[in-house]
């Protein structure tokens, strides 16, 4: 098998930035995806549907001539967010879910939740108006350990809103151990998980190899290789609640190389082609449209796309750098050998 050909695939996580990055940025997933999840942790943060409506304009006066990229948005979760807000993002056609950040636990993220149980009524009128609530998995207290901290989020904190809002839908966002795994199988539809391209290709030590690598550094940080080969099998074995969603998370590279360095890997460059990389690994691409393309509209009970892609078996290099407005983004394996090339793209 030299060629491959699937529906066109979306990205149910991605960070576009804003003006003056955005405009450099949103032609990568435009060229790559239909429709993409937009993350609300701008400064300041996208709270209500003006604030998203806005946001939604701005990403489609960015958009190449003639592009279809379709931006689904969401909003983000404070404590401040009030029962008014859940209903008009209901009411709005370009609103999915709602995006919770526990306080602190990652960039952007200082407007975040800080009592989930203070988010309950929230949570009930989500429940109530099919909102779908995206969850940042990582446990916010300092003294857990960096690496079990979203596991210690699955017991304190996700399972016991599974309990209370059974029918809520939610999306477990970019999980990264076995442990997610785990809970994301055992549960019913109404939870998902997003697995980024990132987290399938490396693991912990990628961190540190030969020195300390920025570039590798993303929240939740990548785990032991026991965890990657778990989201592996989770991704290749077709069963539906768990799908694509890259995290491409854009930082400059001063800010990604500097004494105190910015969490988010870049991927939306290629990101298909990594996602094909990862199903290289494990030699079987049956799953692959299924993972890309089917998984995630069926779960967030949106049309499956019309448009077909094309990827083919053959090598290419990816750029070392990518011009960000003032500075220079560093993809995700910049400069190295994928295998796996999108040629074709309706
Ligand atoms: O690595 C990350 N970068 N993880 C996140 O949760 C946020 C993201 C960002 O916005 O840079
Ligand atoms: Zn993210």
């Not at 602190?104 to 099919?130: C, E, H, I």
């Not at 999306?171 to 539809?189: C, G, K, L, P, R």
């Not at 030590?205 to 990548?222: E, K, Q, S, W």
């Not at 069963?239 to 991927?267: L, M, Q, V, W």
């Amino acid at each position: 098998m030299d060629t491959l050909s699937i529906i066109k695939p979306d990205d149910w996580h991605l960070h576009l930035r804003d003006s003056p990055y955005l405009q450099k940025i949103l032609v990568h997933s435009a060229n790559q995806f239909a429709r993409a999840i937009i993350m609300p942790n701008l400064t300041p943060p996208v709270r209500n549907s003006n604030d998203a409506e806005s946001y939604r304009q701005r990403i489609l006066s960015a958009l190449p001539q003639g592009s279809n990229f379709q931006p689904l948005m969401t909003l983000y979760l404070t404590d401040n967010t009030s029962l008014d807000d859940i209903h008009q993002a209901a009411e709005s056609n370009s609103i999915v879910g709602l995006k919770l950040y526990p306080a602190g636990a990652t960039t952007n993220s200082d407007a975040g939740v800080t009592d989930l149980k203070k988010m309950y009524p929230v949570f009930d009128a989500m429940q109530q108006r099919n909102l779908v609530l995206q969850v940042h998995g990582e446990s916010n207290k300092k003294e857990v350990d960096i690496f079990d901290r979203e596991k210690v989020f699955i017991e304190d904190s996700l399972d016991p809103v599974r309990r209370q809002f059974p029918e809520l839908r939610i999306v477990f966002e970019h999980i990264t151990t076995a442990d997610a795994v785990d809970y994301v199988s055992s549960e019913n539809s109404h939870l998902a998980a997003t697995i980024t391209p990132h987290h399938l290709l490396i693991n912990r030590n990628d961190l540190f190899t030969g020195g300390i690598r920025p570039h590798h550094y993303c929240l939740p940080v990548a785990k032991r290789e026991q965890h990657r080969l778990a989201l592996i099998t989770a991704a290749t074995k077709g069963k539906a609640n768990f799908f694509a969603g890259t995290d491409s998370a854009p930082h400059a590279r001063n800010k990604k190389e500097s004494s105190c360095g910015c969490a988010g890997i870049y991927s939306a460059f290629s990101a298909i082609e990594l996602y094909a990389e990862a199903f290289e690994i494990s030699q079987n691409f049956s799953n692959f449209e299924a993972f890309m393309s089917l998984n995630g509209p069926t779960f967030y009970q949106l049309p499956v796309n019309q448009d077909k892609i094309t990827i083919q078996k053959s090598c290419w290099t990816l750029p070392t750098t990518l011009n960000y407005v003032d500075d220079e983004l560093i993809p995700f394996k910049a400069g190295q050998t994928l295998q796996w090339r999108l040629i074709e793209n309706a």
